[in-house]
């Protein structure tokens, strides 16, 4: 079984409220609570849960990413705008309201008053190039 990442903590000031944006953004379901801790769960899809969970001490924010097929983009992109969500092209820069297309794919980034950075992309930037197979050296 290849190996999987199966759900992250993603710290909140509001753990419902912030799970449900992700959830209705994202379009996937969620939860208020969960049996295994005092966690808003947003199922991302089968293989990943973030669990957000309430945090009143000061906690860094991070930075999400979500490989997405374009028609999904476009229909996360609509829910954004549709919100009122400010979005941007580079994960720290201006909000610009434009969409990255420097990777061969589309990509905008959108931040949270929690601080976290959330991010779609059709294309993914971060794989790990192919090696070279010693079969085709022959």
Known sequence: MP???DHLIVP????VAAA???AELLDAPWAETC???PFSPVYVNDQLTLDFSQASEPFPPGHF???VAPEEFDAILGRIEAA???YRSTPM???DMRINTNHGGRALYWGVPDGHAWEILTVSYARQPQRPDPADAA
């Not at 909140?12 to 753990?15: N, P, V, W, Y």
Request: hydrophobic content about 35%; overall charge positive; charged content about 20%.
């Open 35 to 37: 049996s295994v801790g």
């Open 20 to 22: 449900q944006q992700l």
């Open 3 to 5: 190996m999987t990442l």
């Open 65 to 67: 990413a979500f490989r």
């Open 93 to 95: 820069g201006p909000t």
């Open 84 to 86: 009122g969500i400010p």
């Open 12 to 15: 909140a000031r509001d753990r």
